[in-house]
């Protein structure tokens, strides 16, 4: 097939935390069109793709994208009119190529991404098909498990929780809808579980879960555990957690923050273990620091009743994946398509992983916008899971509502079932 891009045209937006983002639309010569826009990550690894901002402290604090609009118009556009939108990869490579850095710092990795999306969406719209379809090369069978991000950690008046997600993954079913009913109705539970613990309302956090109450995850899983027994989905429901530990690391003593101390990588190894023989974890993400390799090997070893995936630690980049599989580093990595900076290089790295019987997690950032990209991705790819947030704000009901439509859509489509994947 082909079908010539004529147009590629960009805009200023905001994503959902009303931070400017880059929005690109790509048009052909059938009349397809495709739109994208990068989100973007509240916790960014180092190694991620760059994001170009425009740095005038005047206008949105500086994180305006007006230089990045400019270079999809004037340098990357001209460039790709005349090209065949169906071409994936020609259309990547030349972009990577028009910016020429390792870590596309000259055309910002949000510019990049934002229009690699939009030519994938273009060549969908030119066949006529969602792109999930576009994506599974046909008809899909399954669509993820959810999970939601039900309490958020960091740093709130008192004490600072230093594991940064507290997940609920309803696997007990092999229905889409009864899943996510199952969650909402555990979510609005443990606002009420919450509210006796604390003797008043939970906060709303900064992912839109609940406030942690504790600096003690352990506490916080029990609460949790407890709005899932009183709900009646116990055995249904099981935990993840993202550690987000490059966060609370300290390079000069290589220890870790744990319940208000510092602890070594083998001490937060050890408490994970603990925590895993207490309850049932699908996954654990991002353990530890996105340098220490070594650890990682450690804790992949040794927690033998969970998954241990990388985010900070993977990157979404073919070369710290195939390190993590030659070195068994991780069970699994989260897939964020805008680490990588294009379409391309993160169903590279994905057919890496699912050749080599790791795990893909598809995962939206914090900073996100209502039609992400990576729903596609986590339908099309048919995974196991994927990570959706909390059941709260509308972009994230709107990933709910995308995974409902899409099985519906796809005749004999049921939920994945991830029972076999399960450790515990």
């Known amino acids: 097939?082909?079908?010539?891009?004529?147009?590629?045209?960009?805009q200023q937006i905001i994503d959902c935390k009303c931070r400017p983002a880059v929005e690109v639309e790509v048009?052909?010569?059938?009349?397809?069109?495709?739109?994208?826009?990068?989100?973007?990550?509240?916790?960014?690894?180092?190694?991620?793709?760059?994001?170009?901002?425009?740095?005038?402290?005047?206008?949105?604090?500086?994180?305006?994208?007006?230089?990045?609009?400019?270079?999809?118009?004037?340098v990357i556009g001209p460039a790709l009119v005349g090209m065949n939108v169906f071409d994936q990869r020609a259309i990547d490579e030349k972009m990577i190529a028009l910016d020429g850095t390792p870590d596309k710092k000259s055309l910002g990795g949000n510019t990049i991404y934002s229009v690699s999306i939009a030519t994938f969406r273009a060549a969908a719209d030119a066949r006529r098909i969602p792109l999930y379809n576009h994506i599974?090369?046909?008809?899909?069978?399954?669509?993820?498990?959810?999970?939601?991000?039900?309490?958020?950690?960091?740093?709130y008046e008192g004490f600072t929780q230093s594991f940064n997600e507290f997940l609920i993954v309803p696997y007990g079913t092999d229905s889409i809808d009864l899943s996510i009913e199952m969650a909402v109705t555990v979510f609005q539970k443990l606002g009420e579980v919450l509210t006796s613990h604390l003797g008043h309302k939970?906060?709303?956090?900064?992912?839109?879960?609940?406030?942690?109450?504790?600096?003690?995850?352990?506490?916080?899983?029990g609460l949790m555990q407890q709005a899932i027994?009183?709900?009646?989905?116990?055995?249904?429901?099981?935990?993840?957690?993202?550690?987000?530990?490059?966060?609370?690391?300290?390079?000069e003593t290589r220890t870790y923050l744990l319940k208000s101390k510092r602890v070594t990588t083998d001490e937060l190894i050890a408490y994970a273990k603990e925590l895993t023989s207490k309850f049932d974890f699908v996954f654990i993400e991002d353990l530890l620091d996105e340098n220490d390799w070594e650890g990682y090997i450690k804790a992949n070893?040794?927690?033998?009743?969970?998954?241990?995936?990388?985010?900070?630690l993977t990157v979404t980049k073919l070369d710290y994946l195939k390190r993590a599989y030659e070195t068994h580093?991780?069970?699994?990595?989260i897939l964020k398509p805008n680490q990588v900076g294009t379409i391309t290089e993160a169903l590279d790295a994905y057919q890496f992983a699912d050749s080599h019987g790791m795990i893909a997690v598809p995962s939206g950032r914090s900073g996100g916008v209502v039609d992400d990209v990576v729903m596609d991705f986590s339908v099309g790819l048919q995974v196991p899971f994927q990570k959706n947030g909390a059941p709260r704000s509308g972009e994230r009901i709107e990933k709910l509502n995308f995974l409902m439509r899409a099985n519906a859509r796809s005749a004999g489509s049921r939920l994945y079932d991830i029972k076999p994947l399960l450790k515990f």
């Open 1 to 10: 097939m082909e079908d010539k891009i004529v147009s590629v045209t960009a």
């Open 27 to 74: 048009r052909t010569e059938s009349g397809a069109i495709g739109r994208g826009a990068a989100p973007t990550g509240t916790s960014v690894g180092m190694h991620e793709a760059f994001v170009l901002r425009d740095g005038d402290k005047s206008t949105y604090g500086g994180l305006s994208v007006h230089k990045a609009v400019e270079k999809a118009e004037k």
């Open 136 to 155: 599974a090369g046909g008809d899909v069978k399954t669509v993820p498990v959810p999970c939601f991000n039900v309490i958020n950690g960091g740093k």
């Open 202 to 221: 939970p906060q709303v956090a900064s992912s839109y879960g609940y406030a942690a109450p504790s600096d003690d995850p352990e506490v916080l899983l």
């Open 229 to 251: 027994d009183a709900c009646g989905y116990t055995g249904c429901i099981a935990f993840a957690l993202d550690c987000a530990s490059s966060e609370v690391y300290d390079a």
């Open 301 to 312: 070893r040794e927690l033998d009743r969970t998954l241990i995936l990388g985010d900070d």
């Open 329 to 333: 580093a991780v069970s699994g990595f």
